[in-house]
């Protein structure tokens, strides 16, 4: 799966675009897009049909980081382990 991501500011909502391109992204008809004041990813249609699944999974996996990152009685090199160790319990 590739993700493409760009930072453009946007002024209108709801008008045609007049280039198939937004930076680097080619944009077409049918096309699914994810857009925050962070910026826009292209999302493929062949991820669409898992992507309610691994968005609750990604939320699940944030929240427990979270968590773990705000405790303040172990160290950084531990809370990196008690993040980044358990990635592959939420799917990733």
Request: net charge negative; with cysteine.
């Amino acid at each position: 799966m590739q993700l493409h991501t760009l930072l453009q500011q946007l002024t209108d909502f709801d008008t045609p675009l007049l280039a198939n391109t937004i930076g680097s992204i080619t944009i077409e008809a049918g096309d699914f897009l994810h857009a925050t004041r962070e910026g826009v990813i292209k999302i493929p249609t062949s991820c669409l049909e898992e992507l309610p699944g691994r968005a609750v999974a990604m939320r699940a996996f944030e929240h427990a980081a979270h968590r773990e990152m705000r405790r303040t009685d172990i160290t950084v090199n531990a809370k990196r382990k008690l993040v980044f160790g358990p990635l592959t319990d939420y799917g990733f």
